[in-house]
């Protein structure tokens, strides 16, 4: 059974720096794409960075210079770390691990608040 366990939110001042990390069981997940996504109130869900099985990365404009995604294959697990945050970066952050529509699987969230 595959299992996707986030980790590592927080209450952060602006300007601070976070390390979000989501471990995935079950399977080998090497040629997975690896998400972060993240909802904030009366938003909807937005995908924040990816990384492919091949490594390439992509991230959403808003995140671009202060976000880095990252993966280490031999633990089944994706980085997310969050650098220069700002109040609007708060919201719950979801990881995905998808291959195809049906293949695809989701944390339970981590609550990241950045506020003074």
């Known amino acids: 059974q595959v299992q996707v366990v986030e980790s590592g939110g927080g209450l952060v001042q602006p300007e601070g720096s976070l390390r979000l990390s989501c471990a995935a069981s079950?399977?080998?997940?090497?040629?997975?794409?690896m998400s972060w996504y993240r909802q904030a109130p009366g938003k909807q869900r937005e995908l924040v960075a990816v990384i492919s099985g091949g490594l390439s990365v992509h991230y959403a404009d808003s995140v671009k210079g202060r976000f880095t995604i990252s993966r280490d294959n031999t633990k089944n697990t994706v980085y997310l770390q969050m650098n220069r945050l700002k109040p609007e970066d708060t919201a719950v952050y979801y990881c995905n691990v998808r291959r195809t529509q049906q293949d695809d699987y989701w944390g339970q969230g981590t609550q990241v608040t950045v506020s003074s």
């Open positions: 079950g399977r080998s997940f090497i040629i997975y794409d």
